[in-house]
């Protein structure tokens, strides 16, 4: 079965720190890959895909991800955090060419980040 | 465009009670997901409708959970009898169609609590 392996817990960074958020797969075929967000007090949104093409993908509010296929992995990063950025971090997966779509998730991450 | 509806918020209930939730989709969207958070985890899928039919409950308690999209628009999902074990998040969100590669938008969730 899939799984989504996120390394660290809880990150607390001080403001204009950089980012790096660890996130393993495991699933030996083609994946789709995402990093959603949850800030305090609302829903998940997504942050960044990657399906094809240039394995270095950006999103919204500076935030880049490098997939890196031969370590499964597909690490979230951002080089100067800001207050605003402390939230919920989740990465995702799914697969196409299956009938079922679902997202799996990892643990998540929480940032804080201090002014 | 109006977001993933979700109600009630927030439910408290005794175990071996029922309750129910809602969830209205982003207008225009086939596929709509169910999600259960529980804390301290990511979102792992309850059950997957493709407008009103079933793509993937595998993963769905179906002796005490059931849940229907009879018009392919809104959703419910219940709980009949509730578990201590039950208590988290329920999340739905929806996707205009089954692409894998189409982000699924989420809801705000109904918040569980099992006394």
């Known amino acids: 079965a899939q799984s989504v392996s996120q390394h660290n817990h809880h990150v607390i960074l001080s403001e204009a720190a950089s980012l790096e958020l660890g996130c393993n797969y495991s699933y030996g075929g083609t994946v789709n890959l995402f990093w959603y967000v949850q800030y305090p007090g609302q829903h998940l949104q997504l942050l960044l895909k990657?399906?094809?093409?240039?394995?270095l993908v950006k999103g919204i509010k500076g935030f880049e991800a490098e997939f890196i296929k031969s370590k499964f992995s597909f690490n979230l990063r951002k080089p100067s955090v800001q207050w605003s950025d402390t939230a919920e971090y989740f990465c995702a997966v799914n697969t196409p060419n299956q009938a079922g779509t679902a997202l799996i998730f990892g643990k998540g991450t929480t940032l804080s980040v201090s002014s | 465009e109006a977001g993933v509806a979700q109600s009630p918020r927030y439910k408290i209930i005794e175990k071996r009670q029922s309750v129910a939730f809602w969830c209205n989709p982003i207008s225009g969207h086939a596929t709509l997901y169910w999600y259960q958070q529980i804390l301290g985890q990511g979102p792992k899928l309850l059950i997957q409708f493709q407008n009103n039919g079933v793509v993937d409950d595998s993963q769905l308690p179906k002796d005490r959970f059931s849940a229907e999209r009879l018009k392919g628009v809104d959703s419910t999902l219940k709980i009949q009898p509730a578990k201590l074990e039950d208590s988290a998040v329920y999340l739905c969100?929806?996707?205009?169609?089954?692409?894998?590669?189409?982000?699924?938008?989420f809801g705000d969730g109904t918040r569980l609590s099992i006394l």
């Open positions: 990657y399906f094809s093409g240039d394995p």
């Open positions: 969100a929806s996707s205009p169609n089954w692409d894998s590669n189409q982000p699924q938008h």
